[in-house]
DNA sequence: CGGAATCCAGATGGATACTG
DNA sequence: CAGTATCCATCTGGATTCCG
């Protein structure tokens, strides 16, 4: 924090990884499907989600598990049997996309 | 709001196209040299950026400027002279970039 | 049911050269 | 000084096919 351009760069990095984690085409539709504690299935992401290919929704799905953000349960059934749901971590990014919405919907009134 | 499936689908999408703004390889950083009301010329930017190549600065502070963020003043002198200051939306910013990356530090405690 | 593997098109960003 | 123009590599996401 000894200067601007230091604390400038750090922080603007710190967000890039931040938005690195949401960035893709799908990753929100299912973060919001997910809100609020709910529980879904592979087969119910690709129900609510009708554009999206099956490789976009295991690849983002495999991605937002790795990061730490959704948890992918394996009932190791035949027929097979998994789903998801968000981890506390997940679930506590509710209000920072809160504060970005409230920001974006302050255009019209701020510019 | 009448339905689970129409309200994600709604704040997603919300939420999409506010990243859509933020999304490209240097906006945040460039963001952040300009954050707490700081001008900064052409020039200033490309010492501030070292890695980023002039088509890119040019591109992101026009799409930045397109989208009401950034203000660019032209002076009109020879040797031109142009700067950059955020308009008072994208001095808003500041406090929703600050929740996502509060978010991120309670990671490791959350997860 | 819940994927993985492969192939392909379009978008994104970088290097270089040039200009009012 | 503050860009524009052009060309090229890479990356992202979509369509299709196949599997335990």
Redesign the pocket.
């Known amino acids: 924090m000894t200067n601007k351009t230091y604390t400038a760069l750090t922080a603007a990095s710190g967000v890039e990884s931040v938005l690195r984690l949401l960035?893709?085409?799908?990753k929100l539709v299912i973060l919001f499907h997910l809100f609020g504690g709910q529980v879904q299935?592979?087969?119910?992401l690709?129900k609510l989600i009708p554009?999206?290919?099956?490789?976009?929704?295991?690849?983002q799905?495999?991605q937002l598990e790795a990061d730490g953000i959704v948890i992918?349960t394996?009932y190791k059934q035949v027929?097979?049997?998994?789903?998801y749901r968000l981890t506390p971590w997940g679930q506590a990014l509710c209000p920072a996309l809160d504060a970005l919405l409230t920001w974006a919907e302050n255009r019209n009134s701020l510019i």
């Open positions: 960035e893709g085409r799908w299935r592979y087969s119910d690709e554009d999206i290919s099956q490789k976009m929704l295991a690849q799905l495999r992918r394996d027929p097979p049997k998994v789903d």
